[in-house]
């Protein structure tokens, strides 16, 4: 399939594809084509068919063969990025689509391109605003090209939020990782005095501090089926374990996947999760949710969520304390630049007890977020968040003759820095501070967590 579009400056270039995305992007774009007779059997031409054909491998040695007599020359250039590109080789595409860029600074498709390579190489502050020189073009690019930096936006995002993203579509990307940690507070124990009935004192541990080990690894999973959808999975093993606090030792497993759909300039994912953690003292919970998360881009630098969750908790042995849950809210985030993002946004919810003994367990809960990420150069990044959060229990507690209401507010500071390709060290700390109308469950707690994170 060959699309022909007038270039302002000479030379022109041709871009054919066979693969979805490409044939997207190039019918998309319109991108101009010189006739293969004109070509005959030019090292431009032997590139293109590879590609064409799938042959990107084949396609980036013969450009390496090709490269000095040919370098420079747009059609060769844009042509050898591509085989660069696909076949795992961003650097050398890099280079290729800069050149291109410097023929025509305005030509679409290799600055599509450069942004792809940037994101496959980690960079994703010269990725996102690549992107956006796309989008922003007048006049705009079509439904199909919007889809698809939609999808590699919701990727970047997933690596600005400290998560491995895959660098290519149906690639795995795998990761282990392993932190050092203090916590002052293990159990979430109340340093208050708590009287049973209102009246029978209670004599409770006290607040312990305690250094702690975890261990974590799993994968992720993306990939995009068609222009308008895609799908993900991600998978993960952590286990925590304390120097002296054994009985907290815990072990979770996750796994998290669902479909997603894109639209012209909005994304709708429909995540499914399970997750199950086991301590030590052989205190278990297993979480089930099914949510959805719509976010619109109306233009830029705003952008629009709206979330949605229905879960299931079960606890064993106390399984009185099993619950329904909903969850409703919106959140608002602002990037006056590639390199930060400041949000805000408020949630609410409630949760029914399964069992008529745990109706106490059920609550009304509404809170408040806000926060912001800055990434000071593409090695590292700064991130912020608070909570406010207010939840109004549903019956009285049977233990103290009165209903519970918390007020919890949390704040996160983390630090990351990606030294090499595909590692990351991280420092963060964290502290909450949950005040309740029933002194047993009021509490302080601080973490300080540093670590060191392996992607492949």
Known sequence: MSVLITRTRPPEIRRR???????????????????????GDSPVERLERLNEAGDHADAFTLGQEQFEAHAGDPDFDLAFGIGALESGEPDHALLAFERVLMHDPEAPLPRLELARAHFAMGSTIAARRHFSRVLERDPPPPSAVVRRIEWFLTAIEEREAGRPAPVRDAVTRWHLGARLGHDSNVGAHTDDDVALFGVLPLQLPDPESDRFFELYGGFAHQRQTSDRRGWFLQGGLEGRGYHSERDFDRYTARLRGGPVLLGDGWRLTLPLELRH???????RNTRATAGAEWTLRPGRPLEYTLFGQVSRVQHKPADARDVDGVAAGARVSWRPDPRLRVFGGTLAGEEHARRSRGEHFGRRYAGLQAGAGWAVDEHHRIDLRL?????????????????????????????????????????SVEHADNDSSLDLYSYRRTQVTAGVRREW
Request: glycine fraction near 2%.
């Open 17 to 39: 594809w066979r693969h979805l995305p490409v044939l997207v992007l190039v019918a998309a774009l319109g991108l101009t084509a010189t006739s293969a007779s004109a070509r």
């Open 277 to 283: 953690t086991r301590r030590d003292d052989d205190v």
């Open 387 to 427: 909570d406010h959060l207010v939840s109004r229990h549903r019956e009285d507690d049977p233990a103290f003759l009165d209903r519970r209401r918390d007020r919890l507010n949390r704040a996160r500071l983390g630090w990351a820095w990606d030294p090499a390709p595909d590692w990351r060290l991280e420092l």
